[in-house]
């Protein structure tokens, strides 16, 4: 379905995508987003915005991404189930397609316990699934849940992460299918640093055919640090930080360690554009939006495509 999309029409052309995201800031600031969609001009097809990361209250998503929209980015919805029932997240759809967002992420959202206000009551109507379904309907069928029809149909390419290394490994691959089956049309995975078991869940993927339902926008993050490396791999859940990538940060001068960190990140992307069924890398550049263009740079991905 064209969308309106430059995600979905680069991905349509067959060229390697390229997103990236902007957490939004902890105030009603806009220029703290307007200063990090600067840094990604000319570098990414899309740009994801967060929708309260880590349970921490941010500016609304769809606030900053009318705020990129008018920069001229293809912004991307985040839309968590967390902390909206199923009337709240169908009005917030309608709105965000009135207002020309032509992406949306479907995630079920954090817990409210890792962020900053635990005591809050969470809502979780539907899951993130359920959110796929629900927008695909609205879009492709012009209806509301109780199946009532709507006047306009908000047109939305629909995407979902994914995250391969998550226990129990074997249910991965099938739960990507699932969201397939839902109307998932985009992927945006975890952190990838174990490279052999994302190979691995790619195999898996492809022996299902799954690739030619779904666009894979393979996810990487550049290590700022020893630390950052050791947090990630022992404190978020479902990370796989192998302890070669660490070994091979401690070899070098602590105020090298960034620099190493963005080569490690840069090797990854070339890897990852040689597996069969990765359709682009999806940049998480946390708080270190300035390195994206030289990460895609370095990786041989730019100038992006016309479309």
Known sequence: MKTGSRLEKVLEKGAFAVTS???????????????????????????NITDCQTSVV?????????????????PILQ????????????????????????????LSGDHQ?????????????????????????????????NDQEMTKAPVLFIGAAENPFADPLEIRALRLAKKAAAGVEFIQTQCIFNLDRFAEWMREVVDMGLHEKVAILA?????????????????????????????RLKGVPKEKQGAEGIKICIETIQRLREMKGVRGVHIMAIEWEEK????????????????
């Open 21 to 47: 995201e902007c957490g939004p800031p902890r105030g009603a600031d806009p220029d703290v987003i307007r200063e990090k969609g600067k840094l990604l001009e000319g570098v990414v097809d899309a740009v």
């Open 113 to 145: 316990r890792f962020g900053d206000h635990p005591q809050a009551k969470n809502v979780y109507d539907i899951d993130s699934i359920q959110l796929i379904m629900t927008v695909k309907k609205m879009r492709d069928e012009k209806k509301f849940l």
């Open 292 to 307: 994206v263009s030289e990460i895609a740079k370095g990786a041989d991905l730019l100038p992006r495509p016309k479309v």
């Open 79 to 106: 839309m968590v189930t967390r902390d909206r029932n199923r009337i709240a997240i169908q009005s917030d759809v309608l709105g965000a397609a009135a207002l020309g967002i032509n992406n949306i992420l479907c």
């Open 58 to 74: 941010r500016m609304s998503s769809l606030s900053a991404c009318l705020i990129l929209k008018e920069m001229g980015f293809d």
């Open 219 to 247: 996810g990487v993050t550049p290590l700022k640090s020893v630390g950052m490396g050791k947090y990630m791999k022992s404190q978020v859940p479902g990370m796989d930080v192998p302890d070669a990538v660490i070994e």
